[in-house]
């Protein structure tokens, strides 16, 4: 038999040498937690539909406190549960709302913390669509003003990173005049640039109370087939005044993911493993028929390859306990 010149297993016999070869690695700042605040104490408690995932109320923000430091997580990305909705939205620009009393009090609990608030109308309105209604259209506009203000809310209450989320035209360069007019020009803004209209949410609007009561959001967010339009968003995003961009979901999108890390090099990007995800990693494991840790990490490392530098994941918590055994 003639030898082998190329043996690629000579790198593969031992942990160790695995470990020495390794081309991506997952670490713990790599990861962002999505949280939901609820602003009453009757509207917190556990997701049904995403096991392991609850609603905390700002009242328990001193429990959720304890529980995440030591974890070496260091971001996360609050969303907010308010007492009550209108056709506006008007909760969400609300200087005492729910999430601008849980920047404040996580703040304080946790200074050193990277606080991300999503800028969303979604949560807020009676109608459960991410902008003011013109008719049963959503107004691009005159949303772009309510979202100036929510911005700026989250900025004074103490928010690092302000994430606009509902896809509107313009988004961005609102935002960023309106923090720069006003004396916030520290605060960074990850616009979720890329994010599509996808069947991967559902749990999410469970958590988040936010399924529109009619229609969808097929006319603002992106279609599921298009790759190269994600690179014309991001690409407007960044001229616009973005610091950071995401791609949402994760999983499915790969391909987009990696095409905007190569085309954008040197901007930060971030990935987010939606509820979907989540919830059926969770409902495959309980039934027995995979293992979750391995799935989830090899997910997550998936999804790190791809080019992501920050990743949003419910399993953050599970993770970095994992990574920290592991290591």
Excluded at 140 to 165: C, E, F, H, M
Excluded at 198 to 207: E, M, N, T, V
Aim: glycine residues 8%; aromatic residues 6%.
């Amino acid at each position: 038999m003639t030898p082998l010149k190329f043996r690629m297993r000579r790198r593969r016999g031992s942990e160790s040498m695995r470990a020495l070869t390794r081309e991506t690695r997952l670490h713990v700042t790599d990861l962002v937690l999505p949280i939901f605040v609820a602003e009453r104490e009757s509207d917190a408690g556990p997701v049904s539909s995403m096991p392991g995932v609850e609603r905390y109320a700002v009242c328990q923000l001193e429990r959720f406190a304890e529980r995440l430091n030591g974890s070496g997580v260091l971001a996360l990305m609050l969303f907010g549960i308010p007492a009550k909705k209108d056709a506006e939205g008007s909760g969400a620009w609300n200087d005492d709302g729910v999430v601008c009393q849980a920047l404040r009090q996580l703040r304080e609990l946790l200074p050193d913390l990277t606080l991300i608030a999503d800028v969303c109308l979604c949560e807020y309105t009676s109608h459960g669509h991410c902008g003011m209604l013109n008719g049963e259209a959503v107004d691009n506009d005159r949303t772009l003003v309510a979202l100036q203000k929510a911005a700026l809310a989250y900025a004074r209450a103490g928010a690092d990173i302000v994430a606009p989320s509902g896809m509107m035209d313009g988004m961005v360069a609102a935002i960023r005049n309106a923090l720069d007019e006003n004396d916030q020009t520290d605060t960074a803004i990850l616009s979720y640039a890329v994010k599509y209209a996808s069947a991967f949410y559902g749990p999410f609007r469970d958590a988040a109370d936010c399924a529109p009561s009619f229609g969808d959001r097929r006319t603002h967010q992106m279609d599921p087939a298009n790759h190269r339009e994600a690179q014309r968003e991001a690409e407007i995003d960044l001229q616009e005044g973005a610091d950071m961009l995401m791609v949402k979901p994760a999983l499915s999108y790969l391909d987009v993911l990696s095409g905007l890390h190569h085309a954008f090099k040197g901007v930060p990007l971030a990935a987010y493993q939606v509820s979907g995800e989540y919830s059926m990693i969770k409902a495959a494991a309980a039934n027995g028929w995979i293992d979750e840790r391995k799935i989830a990490l090899e997910t997550l490392l998936s999804i790190k390859r791809a080019g992501a530098d920050m990743i949003l994941t419910y399993f953050a918590l599970d993770a970095a306990r994992w990574l920290h055994q592991d290591s």
